[in-house]
T-cell receptor, first 117, second 110 residues
Framework: DAGVIQSPRHEVTEMGQEVTLRCKPISGHNSLFWYRQTMMRGLELLIY????????DSGMPEDRFSAKMPNASFSTLKIQPSEPRDSAVYFC???????????????FGPGTRLTVL | GEDVEQSLFLSVREGDSSVINCTYTDSSSTYLYWYKQEPGAGLQLLTYIFSNMDMKQDQRLTVLLNKKDKHLSLRIADTQTGDSAIYFC??????????FGKGNQVVVIP
């Protein structure tokens, strides 16, 4: 299994531009998570999908951020317009909810390092 | 909300033991986890402990759980250069979400 796949690995853009981050979860997993990691705030959960349905988006910073999961094998996180304070590493993770009596192992992708100038 | 606390930095000599500590808030967590993040990579599950256990040993790793104090620790025996990473503890909350601590960076000195 290739694990969780994220693209691009690095993105440099200018303030005001639209940014789209992509994620392919592990085949057969039914939960998908988007996280943001910064030095100041650590690892923050942005949004969580279960069976392609957004369950909790309370971590999404503001309306500039949106996430979709059109099918079980693909998700996007979009920032429009982007701002310098959005610079961070964005991780996608997937898990199989309900497996092993509640063991919620999340498998992380390698992340997308976003720099907004 | 969930608040997982960790200290930030630990320096250890190769071959020594290292201990990383964590406090958590949700006493109903069924499992508690330790994740490892190597430079430029995502987090990877290192080990976990079921909440009704006090200790779990897995090769060089020993996890201790004190439920009364909501304290979790990870001991790495015979620390090696490949153990240099950031270590995160995590607890489960609401519908298989994980709350992570801020991480503890371990630097192994050869």
């Amino acid at each position: 299994d290739a694990g969780v796949i994220q693209s691009p690995r690095h993105e440099v853009t200018e303030m005001g531009q639209e940014v789209t981050l992509r994620c392919k979860p592990i085949s057969g997993h039914n939960s998908l998570f988007w996280y943001r990691q910064t030095m100041m705030r650590g690892l923050e959960l942005l949004i969580y999908f279960n069976n392609n349905v957004p369950i909790d988006d309370s971590g999404m910073p503001e309306d500039r951020f949106s996430a979709k999961m059109p099918n079980a094998s693909f998700s996007t996180l979009k920032i429009q317009p982007s701002e310098p304070r959005d610079s961070a590493v964005y991780f996608c993770a997937s898990s199989l909810r309900g497996s092993r009596g509640g063991l919620d192992t999340q498998y992380f992708g390698p992340g997308t390092r976003l720099t907004v100038l | 909300g969930e608040d997982v606390e960790q200290s930030l930095f630990l320096s250890v000599r190769e071959g020594d033991s290292s201990v990383i500590n964590c406090t958590y808030t949700d006493s109903s967590s069924t499992y508690l986890y330790w994740y490892k993040q190597e430079p430029g990579a995502g987090l990877q599950l290192l080990t976990y402990i079921f909440s009704n256990m006090d200790m779990k040993q897995d090769q060089r790793l020993t996890v201790l759980l004190n439920k009364k104090d909501k304290h979790l620790s990870l001991r790495i025996a015979d620390t090696q250069t490949g153990d240099s990473a950031i270590y995160f503890c995590a607890e489960t909350y609401g519908n298989n979400r994980l709350a992570f601590g801020k991480g503890n960076q371990v630097v192994v000195i050869p």
